[in-house]
């Protein structure tokens, strides 16, 4: 495959500070950061991102602040470029299958002199396309995908595919909802990380879907009381040695998606909801925690489950360790008496990979029932250790889903002792007690 085809271009150009009067200075500095980030965070991938301006001022001060701030990332994916968003193949020979268009809350045609030429080109049935995806007001810092139609001239000629509608922040007063530079400088950030993951997530053949619609739409639930909904259904014991498999992936429904908008933009949500997050990871705190500590470490790459996981993702399974361990420590300086244990559950629930980091005093109201408790005292649950075992040794992980689910069912036994007599919830949480006050 040639280097043409494998790169991918977004043309886009300087957010607000031509249409909303943002100082141009700040808002290179809030646009190159956002670039570095997700370029560093997908540093795999052929991206050329093509930052297009009429205004050579605009242009210098992305170049000035690029350079300062770049690292070690390569020259080509991110580049300055004088010229017409519409006209980048015919003029310059450089293709964006994607291109970003400022508009305003209305998302009426031309709000500006490129959204002006874009509803000149492609008619109103652009309009219309927009309206029927998107009937409600325009939120700023939200991305907005259309596709545009493959018998016109900007598909055939110029290669743009889809344009990404952004409501970006206004600071201009004479027009409607100007906001102070303080605001405009966190929506402005919230801005190029939409384009930025509407791009991401087209770019891989998925429909774009907006943080905020994400968060509206998904139940608060945890990952495991959804496991529990299949794995209620009957199944009939097997043992681990016959009829290995490799589980299959959870369906594509709204709750799948739970864990997606934290690694997607964890800076959105509160430090009582994500504990750290840096370009690998993001560890946040189990909604319904199992125990007095209960976390989740979730790499920020896009593996599903650990039925995903190969021999070349060791580094990654070793890396989430280490992390765990991070974590463990922080929590034992606060509380010595705990001690953790680092691992998975045997079948997945939900789209994204995460580990648990989960103490094991097991004391706390979201215990309820006998599935919370063998998910994470019976063989259910894999120590991070044995996963990487597993991978060096056979290069991919397989379970028996039948067998694994069954093992949730198991009599209730206490994880610390030879109990023989706990048959009911409130009879264990009563015996944890009594072992924590013990230590």
């Given at each position: 495959m040639n280097e043409q085809k494998r790169v991918v271009g977004l043309g886009f150009p300087s957010i607000s500070t031509n249409f909303g009067d943002f100082p141009i200075d700040i808002a290179a500095e809030i646009g190159c950061e956002a670039i570095k980030e997700f370029l560093k965070l997908h540093k795999e991938f052929d991206f050329k991102l093509i930052l297009t301006e009429q205004d050579s001022k605009v242009l210098n001060v992305f170049e000035l602040k690029w350079k300062e701030i770049k690292d070690d990332l390569e020259d080509f994916k991110f580049q300055t470029k004088k010229g017409n968003l519409l006209q980048l193949k015919s003029d310059l020979r450089i293709e964006c299958r994607f291109i970003v268009v400022e508009t305003t809350w209305r998302m009426k045609p031309g709000t500006n002199q490129l959204s002006k030429q874009i509803f000149d080109a492609l008619g109103s049935k652009l309009h219309e396309e927009l309206k029927r995806l998107y009937p409600k007001p325009g939120i700023v810092g939200e991305a907005y995908p259309v596709k545009v139609p493959k018998d016109s001239d900007l598909h055939k000629s110029e290669g743009i595919e889809q344009i990404i509608f952004v409501v970006s922040p206004n600071m201009n007063p004479s027009r409607p909802d100007p906001v102070s530079l303080e605001k405009a400088k966190?929506?402005?950030?919230?801005?190029?990380?939409?384009?930025?993951?509407?791009?991401?997530?087209?770019?891989?053949?998925?429909?774009?879907?907006?943080?905020?619609?994400?968060?509206?739409?998904?139940?608060?639930?945890?990952?495991?009381?959804?496991?529990?909904?299949?794995?209620?259904?009957?199944?009939?014991?097997?043992?681990?040695?016959?009829?290995?498999?490799?589980?299959?992936?959870?369906?594509?429904?709204?709750?799948?998606?739970?864990?997606?908008?934290?690694?997607?933009?964890?800076?959105?949500?509160?430090?009582?909801?994500?504990?750290?997050?840096?370009?690998?990871?993001?560890?946040?705190?189990?909604?319904?925690?199992?125990?007095?500590?209960?976390?989740?470490?979730?790499?920020?790459?896009?593996?599903?489950?650990?039925?995903?996981?190969?021999?070349?993702?060791?580094?990654?399974?070793?890396?989430?360790?280490?992390?765990?361990?991070?974590?463990?420590?922080?929590?034992?300086?606060?509380?010595?008496?705990?001690?953790?244990?680092?691992?998975?559950?045997?079948?997945?629930?939900?789209?994204?990979?995460?580990?648990?980091?989960?103490?094991?005093?097991?004391?706390?109201?979201?215990?309820?029932?006998?599935?919370?408790?063998?998910?994470?005292?019976?063989?259910?649950?894999?120590?991070?250790?044995?996963?990487?075992?597993i991978l060096e040794k056979q290069g991919e992980v397989k379970f028996n889903k039948a067998y694994y689910e069954d093992l949730l069912k198991s009599p209730l036994k206490c994880h610390l002792c030879d109990a023989k007599s706990i048959k009911f919830i409130p009879d264990l949480k009563k015996h944890l007690e009594e072992h924590w006050n013990e230590s």
């Open positions: 966190e929506l402005l950030k919230k801005t190029y990380d939409s384009i930025l993951n509407a791009f991401w997530e087209l770019t891989n053949g998925q429909e774009y879907r907006s943080i905020t619609t994400i968060k509206d739409n998904v139940q608060e639930v945890s990952a495991f009381d959804i496991l529990m909904k299949s794995a209620s259904k009957p199944s009939s014991k097997i043992s681990p040695e016959s009829s290995r498999r490799t589980p299959s992936k959870v369906g594509s429904g709204g709750w799948n998606n739970v864990l997606l908008p934290y690694c997607q933009k964890p800076e959105m949500f509160p430090k009582s909801e994500v504990y750290y997050y840096d370009n690998e990871f993001v560890i946040i705190f189990d909604k319904y925690p199992k125990a007095k500590n209960h976390l989740l470490v979730i790499p920020r790459k896009q593996i599903d489950n650990i039925g995903e996981l190969k021999k070349q993702n060791l580094e990654l399974v070793r890396a989430l360790k280490e992390k765990g361990q991070w974590v463990i420590e922080k929590m034992k300086q606060e509380n010595p008496k705990l001690f953790f244990r680092m691992g998975f559950h045997a079948v997945p629930s939900l789209r994204k990979l995460h580990m648990h980091v989960i103490s094991q005093d097991f004391i706390s109201p979201s215990l309820k029932n006998k599935k919370h408790w063998n998910s994470f005292t019976t063989e259910f649950f894999i120590d991070v250790e044995e996963i990487e075992r």
